[in-house]
T-cell receptor, first 114, second 112 residues
Framework: EAGVVQSPRYKIIEKKQPVAFWCNPI?????LYWYLQNLGQGPELLIR????????DSQLPKDRFSAERLKGVDSTLKIQPAELGDSAVYLCASSPGLVSGELFFGEGSRLTVL | QKEVEQNSGPLSVPEGAIASLNCTYSDRGSQSFFWYRQYSGKSPELIMF????GDKEDGRFTAQLNKASQYVSLLIRDSQPSDSATYLCAVISSGGADGLTFGKGTHLIIQP
């Protein structure tokens, strides 16, 4: 069974440039998460989807971050414009249910903003 | 703000000894508790979950939950160098509406 697939694995951009991350969850997993993880910190939730509906986006900085999950499968997280403080690992995860704590993570997308 | 607290470490344990990792949480209504392991440069992976007070054992791992004290722990028996990683405690708060909240993690080092 394929796991959660993310791309790109690494991205280096200059500040004020846009960047987008893509995630393909495990087949059959209706719930999809985007987390941000800084070095030495735990993952912090940015947005949580149930199918195509964003059920929790309270921590998403909506002035520069946006996300979508078309057709309730793949998802894209976009940052525009990127700031120096956005340098982090962006983790996508999926789970079989909305209240499940059993998350399956992708390998992450490491963003460096110069 | 629901919080999950862990000592960031590093926690250094000799090979073969018992490693004890601790976590406290602020939401008394929390129902479900999880331990994730994260190797350096890798993503978190689930290793244990516990829902009821008491102990739950899985191989060399034992999760312990005390809801009255709002405390959950993970014991690793016969620690191996391959257990060296960051261990993340995660909690689903009451009702599950807020999803999973992670602690900052404890960095565990098993010394050969």
């Amino acid at each position: 069974e394929a796991g959660v697939v993310q791309s790109p694995r690494y991205k280096i951009i200059e500040k004020k440039q846009p960047v987008a991350f893509w995630c393909n969850p495990i087949s059959g997993h209706n719930t999809l998460y985007w987390y941000l993880q800084n070095l030495g910190q735990g993952p912090e939730l940015l947005i949580r989807y149930e199918n195509e509906e964003a059920v929790d986006d309270s921590q998403l900085p909506k002035d520069r971050f946006s996300a979508e999950r078309l057709k309730g499968v793949d998802s894209t997280l976009k940052i525009q414009p990127a700031e120096l403080g956005d340098s982090a690992v962006y983790l996508c995860a999926s789970s079989p249910g909305l209240v499940s704590g059993e998350l399956f993570f992708g390998e992450g997308s490491r963003l460096t903003v110069l | 703000q629901k919080e999950v607290e862990q000592n960031s470490g590093p926690l250094s344990v000799p090979e073969g000894a018992i490693a004890s990792l601790n976590c406290t949480y602020s939401d008394r209504g929390s129902q479900s508790f999880f331990w994730y392991r994260q190797y350096s440069g890798k993503s978190p992976e689930l290793i244990m979950f516990i829902y009821s007070n008491g102990d739950k054992e899985d191989g060399r791992f034992t999760a312990q939950l005390n809801k009255a004290s709002q405390y959950v722990s993970l014991l690793i028996r016969d620690s191996q160098p391959s257990d060296s990683a960051t261990y993340l405690c995660a909690v689903i708060s009451s009702g599950g509406a807020d999803g999973l909240t992670f602690g900052k993690g404890t960095h565990l080092i098993i010394q050969p």
